[in-house]
């Protein structure tokens, strides 16, 4: 034993005749029989340092097979996505629409509801440059500002959106998102990418061959990424765990708000927490709706700032009517069903509750692809 070779080896020399155990699990040979108190000989006595006496450890937790099927559906779907480009997750066609940051901010929220889009890349035409990602939390910037300064409400028709960094200092905000990626960039990249940025989606950027300038291609959402996963991974189906066995989701001060609530009290909500959603709920705590970021946009696309004084109740109800609805979900919902209504539905969040439709939580496109990407991810190496 290494702890007996530092100790005192006169006292060690005495040890011979009747067998004893010690206390760390060595057997030693007595001259005689002690008594009952000084049976067990502690090793750490002989020695000349002193000793931190050793902690009792926990058996290690067995692995069943549902931790099995997770794991390897974790490590199955970030193979699938260090393999795959973002170019493999764009559709056959679509359509781009990229914004020059001398465009009109009013204009530029016009043709956003033309064209039922929240999002869309900025150009700078001056050093043909990328120069960020419009979103709605940038025209919830505008608000806050004119909240600020009223008087400042006449001037709307003339700013452009190359002022939207000026409004950005002056209110102490986040600036706009200037994140981007190659799309021959592997997927998994552009995942890590958002995360570190909190973006909730990301452009993708080439240089073109003949002018060697930078040119935008499309935008990778969060949504499109997780149904590209959930439609071609079918190990997806090894998701069993629930919800409420795993670190997934925020239940612990929920921002909410009521039917009543005025609209800009719930604007100031989602810029202070940084969030994109605030639930509804009702006196008795039953959530009976969702008030979403992309919702103001509907509110100002008129006159940019007359219906911000309605409340929630009001602002909901104009909604378009292609709106797809509010997704649900328990604490007992594995990830896997989970999955399945990505794969079919168009959804952004799900509102946790209980069996009396009562909030829980909330968990969000960046909570599932957080888990997917870093969940378990050191121990990938350790299991063959």
């Not at 340092?49 to 099995?68: F, G, I, N, Y």
Request: proline letters at 5%; one cysteine or more; aromatic letters at 6%.
């Amino acid at each position: 034993m290494s702890d007996v070779a530092e100790g005192d080896p006169d006292k060690l020399q005495t040890m011979e005749g009747e067998v004893g155990s010690d206390g760390g699990g060595g057997r030693h040979k007595m001259t005689s029989t002690p008594p009952v108190r000084d049976l067990f000989v502690q090793p750490s006595s002989f020695l000349v340092r002193p000793r931190a006496q050793s902690r009792h450890m926990p058996p290690p937790k067995l692995e069943t097979a549902v931790d099995r099927d997770q794991r390897r559906a974790l490590k199955t779907i970030r193979a699938f996505l260090k393999v795959r480009t973002s170019y493999d997750v764009l559709p056959l066609s679509f359509r781009l629409i990229v914004f020059d940051t001398t465009l009109l901010v009013k204009k530029s929220l016009h043709i956003l509801n033309q064209n039922g889009i929240v999002s869309a890349p900025l150009w700078d035409s001056k050093t043909s440059t990328f120069a960020g990602l419009l979103t709605t939390s940038d025209y919830i910037n505008v608000i806050q500002y004119y909240c600020l300064h009223p008087e400042e409400l006449s001037r709307i028709d003339q700013f452009q959106l190359n002022s939207l960094r000026a409004i950005e200092k002056d209110i102490n905000v986040t600036p706009i998102e200037t994140v981007s990626i190659h799309p021959l960039r592997p997927l998994y990249d552009a995942c890590r990418r958002m995360l570190e940025s909190r973006a909730r989606r990301i452009p993708l950027v080439d240089i073109d061959d003949e002018t060697r300038r930078a040119m935008v291609v499309s935008v990778v959402t969060q949504y499109r990424i997780l149904k590209f996963v959930a439609v071609n991974v079918v190990e997806t189906q090894l998701l069993r765990k629930p919800l409420r066995h795993l670190n997934l989701g925020t239940y612990k001060n929920l921002e909410t708000a009521r039917m009543e609530t005025p609209v800009l009290e719930v604007i100031q909500q989602l810029v202070h927490q940084n969030i994109s959603s605030v639930p509804i709920l009702n006196s008795d705590g039953v959530v009976v709706n969702v008030f979403e970021a992309v919702d103001v946009i509907t509110l100002i696309k008129g006159d940019f700032y007359a219906e911000l004084s309605l409340n929630v109740g009001e602002a909901l109800q104009k909604r378009s009517d292609e709106f797809p609805g509010i997704y649900t979900c328990s604490i007992d919902d594995r990830l896997d069903t989970i999955f399945d209504t990505i794969r079919k539905s168009r959804v952004h969040r799900f509102v946790v509750i209980d069996d009396q439709n009562r909030l829980v939580g909330m968990l969000t496109l960046s909570d599932i692809l957080e888990y997917v990407l870093l969940e378990g991810e050191g121990d990938d190496q350790k299991h063959y």
